[in-house]
C-alpha cells in the first residue's frame, strides 16, 4: 500500500462518523456494511486512476497493496499493464461507458465477468471508475428457471469451446469444489 496515501487520509472519516451522500447520511460501518453486502468485488478508481477502494469477495480478508497506486499497478504482466491504461483510457475520454472482460478459466457453470464503468459527477463529468468482479451463472441460472427457458450448447461457436473444455476437466479434478 502507497505509504503515503493511506498518511495523507489518516483523519477520514470513520465508524460512527457520519457521510453526507446525494440523498440521505450514512455513518461509514454502515456505508462499508453495505458495500460488503454486495455479492462480487468492487473496485474504485478516481478521475486519475488511482485505486482508492477494494471490496473483496464474501470470505476473502486481503488489502491490496497497490491502493493509492495507479490502476496500472493491478496488472500482473506487461500486457495487463497495457490492457488496464487502455480501459482507464476509453472510460475517461467517453470513448465507452462501460466494458467487460471473461476470465478464461470459466466453466459453463462458473461464468466470472470483469466489468468497468466509468463513473460521472452531477455535472456529467468524468469522476473515475467502478470494477466489479462476479459470477453471473447464477443469474442466469434464476432467469432460466424463472422463465421456463433452457441454455444449449452451441458446438459452432469457436468462443465456447475453452468453457466446455474447462467444464471437463472441473468435472474431472472437482477444483470448483475446494
Do not use: C
Not at 478508481?45 to 480478508?61: A, C, D, R, W
Amino acid at each position: 500500500m502507497n505509504k503515503n496515501w493511506t498518511e495523507n487520509y489518516k483523519n477520514a472519516a470513520q465508524g460512527n462518523d457520519y457521510v453526507r451522500l446525494n440523498a440521505g447520511l450514512m455513518k461509514v460501518k454502515d456505508l462499508d456494511n453495505y458495500l460488503s453486502s454486495f455479492p462480487s468485488s468492487l473496485l474504485s478508481f478516481n478521475k486519475t486512476g488511482e485505486f482508492t477502494y477494494y471490496k473483496q469477495l464474501p470470505g476473502m480478508n486481503y488489502n491490496p497493496p497497490e491502493l493509492g497506486e495507479n490502476i496500472t499497478s493491478l496488472g500482473q504482466t506487461e500486457s495487463e499493464k497495457k490492457q488496464l491504461e487502455e480501459v482507464f483510457h476509453k472510460l475517461s475520454t467517453g470513448k465507452t461507458k462501460e466494458l467487460h472482460f471473461v476470465d478464461q478459466t470459466n466453466t459453463q457453470k462458473r461464468f466470472m465477468v470483469d466489468t468497468y464503468r466509468a463513473i460521472f459527477d452531477k455535472d456529467h463529468h468524468f469522476a473515475g471508475i467502478n470494477e466489479t468482479v462476479q459470477d453471473i451463472y447464477p443469474l442466469v441460472e434464476y432467469y432460466l428457471k424463472e422463465t421456463g427457458q433452457k441454455l444449449v450448447d452451441d458446438p459452432n461457436n469457436p468462443k465456447g469451446a475453452i468453457y466446455r473444455k474447462n467444464q471437463r476437466i472441473d468435472a474431472e479434478s472437482g477444483a470448483s469444489e475446494l
